[in-house]
């Protein structure tokens, strides 16, 4: 009788040694839309540019890719081309006074300032690089393997999507369009036959203000279609919905919260020595006194500690060019881009005024917050049209730089490279920030049609490479 | 009696919704292992030391030896919230022991000592999952030493009292969100002070009654190593090798059981155990280095829970025993605050068990566990990480007893 106990003891423990803990399977769904064959149309954020750069896994981390990946589990077809770079270091192209020149993506490295400080921060990938080779990676044409899902192109605007040869202005588009010289962007998305598209356009036509520090235009609510906002955006619209009936349009986030804007501060002007606060305040007094002669408010003044900067303001409307300097406001913004050294040893913000092109006034950020607001407006009423699912990345983007939020144990701010989501160019995405954009999307596109589309592990995705 | 036995169960497992778990493992007698784990009610020998010291003068003979193991192989399943993505732990086994001895001295006094194992935790997930921000892996033990001292007032009434001496220790890994795979393990060692009383009453012939509160240790590690593994440009404000302290309470238990001898053969008993979680609010580090970087603070916000408990015997003979089981444990751990450090979930068990005594000195004690967790929705709100997860474990268990 024992043993036969034992034996049942036996079967038991084996019996019981191939039960395993089951969770139930993710149904993927598509709901009420078709994801078969998807485009995503935009501009650099679409394209998967970041670390001021296109370069090729930037590229495939973008969140465009990223969705395209997640849609294959609903439905999509597998399919997504991106007219990929050549290159990992990636090419960007900037316009000089002594004409175009090329550089790479940024990383963090160990940058030399003018005092002999060294310090983490972004660095060319490639210094001083072959500027023929990049030319050549940059514009070498990728359009025989086209059609491309992925039609987002750095530095579009609304207007620009509708303008046949825009490859002629434009390398980025220029290196996959058949003919540069007459297609027009929109046209490509036809190309694919696409059962749902993505639409995220609009950043520019505030941002290239923005980014200029006011220099540029930004883009007019009114006017005919390729000009006004409104007008080309529906004509955008329209055409991606002449061959796919259902997509996602995202608004503009809030520009002026990105670390592009907020890293560098208002008042950098240590001044320790009270020689020199007493000299600085004497060679403005002269400016003072006019201010005062003018009965404008205006005044510069110094004082042990932090200081606000001098900056150039063509605004302020006086008729003495030289005199349109001011000490910029706590509300106002620093670019990114300011060359740091000049501030150090060249004398910028004290003896020397910060040109306008690396600020970004009161005024200016007004006009900025103007515009975003109108355009989103638009936005919004254009999703409930036309029926389409609506990402609002404006509230995200509040939402991170107000609180932060977090994803998988990863806390995302708006501050600059510790704060996970924006990448070193401050205004693009880091691949987990794509991540968390193309999530995002996925709780869109299942709210508006009813359906299971997978979202990705945030934590999947790589954080800021540092040395 | 089947009938009886059936309704009781289903009244119990109907009617509770709060539980224990946690990092408690209950497994520190063999007998009692398949007895639904019910040990306070019963005189088993030496190993009431543990469930209950009240009972340890109940001892028949007048030396008790007993030690054993079982061997844990558990394993937790998780799929993520609104994602495909699914993981399973590769748990290493968990071998929970136990060591008693005891003596009578006299009618009145029975001394004893007992080593056991009452928490611990071995969770491994892989390297490079998706909560691996959170944890990678962590292995928690803690030893119980246990002098002990018993009194029989007389043939009805006992009270025991045990000091116990707690050696710890706890090792995990988390990843951090730096290039190139950084992480930070973290080990430290703690040892601590507590005790355990018990009385056992047996008011009428075939009735006993077991009353036992073991006390809440806390273990303190100070001093533990930190080791983090950043990129070099980081090792400047996060040092390589730092050190933490940290506070892990074990909660106290009250248990209350009733066995009732309903025939010269077959024994019932019913258990009432309750954990007092709530105590592992928050588990905080600081560190010696860069505590304004690195130090935290991480809501846990147990409660309270509550393990009904049955248990019941059948002697063949006096050479022969079988037992069989059941109890539920609900999760001491708060649906939003729920990290899959430890997978404690709402479970269900039953166990069952045999005796064996081939002589009136050696007895041999086999048990078995099955425990499975009940498929739940959980978060860590702090690090926006959640999914359903469900656990299974299969226990089996061996167990020596020499007495003289």
Known sequence: MKTKYILYFAIVLFLAGSCKPVVDDFTPESGSADLTSYVAVGNSLTAGYADASLYASGQEYGFANILAQQFAYAGGNGTFKIPMMPTEDGVSPHLTPNGLYFTTKLVVGYSTDCIGNVSLAPVPAVPNPDQAKLGAELTTSVAADGPFNNIGVPGVKVGHLLAPGLGMLNPYYGRFAANPATDALIGEAAKVNPTFFSLWIGNNDVLGYASSGGTEDITPFDGPAGVGFAASYTAVLQSLLASADKGVIANIPDITSAAFFTTVPYNPIVLDDQAQVDLLNAAYAPYNGAMAQFGLPYRIEWKLGPNPMVIADLDMGIPVLALNIRQIESDEMVLLTIPQDSIKCAFWGTQKPIPDEYILTAKEINNVKNATWQFNKFIKESASDYGLAFADFNSLMKKVSSTGMVADGITFTNAFITGNLFSLDGIHLTPQGNAIVANFYIDAINSTYGANIPKVNVSDYPPAVLP | ?404
């Open chain 2, 1 to 404: 009696m089947r009938k009886f036995t059936f309704l009781l169960l289903s009244s119990v497992f109907l009617s509770m919704t709060v539980f224990a778990g946690g990092y408690q493992v209950r497994l520190q007698g063999n007998k009692q292992n398949g007895f639904g784990l019910v040990g306070t009610p019963l005189s088993v020998g030496s190993s009431a030391m543990f469930y209950n010291p009240g009972a340890l003068g109940f001892m028949e003979s007048k030396i008790d030896f007993e030690f054993g193991g079982s061997a844990i192989l558990s394993t937790a399943a998780f799929q993520k919230a609104g994602s495909n993505y699914q993981a399973e732990t590769d748990n290493p086994l968990g071998t929970p022991f136990y060591f008693y001895f005891a003596g009578k001295l006299g009618k009145l006094i029975t001394l004893g000592l007992g080593v056991y194992t009452p928490y611990g935790n071995s969770a491994k997930w892989e390297s490079d999952w998706a909560g691996k921000n959170l944890i990678q892996d962590i292995s928690l033990t803690a030893i119980y030493v246990q002098p002990t001292i018993a009194f029989n007032f007389n043939e009805k009434f006992g009270v025991g009292l045990g000091f116990v001496y707690t050696i710890g220790g706890v090792e995990l890994n988390k990843g951090l969100n730096y290039s190139g795979d950084a992480g930070v393990n973290l080990k430290g060692d703690a040892t601590s002070f507590g005790y355990n009383v018990g009385i056992f009453f047996r008011p009428v012939e075939n009735w006993s009654i077991g009353l036992n509160y073991r006390s809440e240790i806390i273990m303190s590690v100070e001093g533990g190593d930190a080791t983090f593994t950043v990129p070099s440009s980081l090792q400047g404000v996060i040092p390589t090798n730092n050190k933490f302290n940290a506070e892990l309470p074990l909660p106290a238990n009250l248990d209350l059981g009733v066995a009732v001898q309903i025939t010269e053969k077959f024994m019932l008993a019913v258990e009432f155990d309750w954990v007092f979680w709530s105590v592992y609010d928050t588990l905080s580090f600081t560190f010696e280095e860069a505590g304004d970087l690195l130090d935290s603070k991480n809501p846990r916000k147990y409660s309270n829970t509550f393990i009904p408990r049955l248990g019941m015997e059948y002697a063949f003979s006096e050479k022969f025993q079988i037992r069989g089981g059941a109890y539920y444990d609900t999760s001491p751990a708060n649906d939003r605050y729920f990290t899959p450090e430890t997978v404690t979930l709402n479970t269900f068990a039953y166990t069952l068990g045999l005796s064996w005594y081939p002589n009136e000195h050696f007895g041999l004690d086999l048990s078995f566990l099955q425990t499975f967790g009940l498929k739940s929705d959980k978060t860590y709100q702090p690090d926006n990480f959640g999914g359903t997860y469900q656990t299974s474990a299969i226990i089996p268990g061996l167990g020596l007893s020499f007495k003289f």
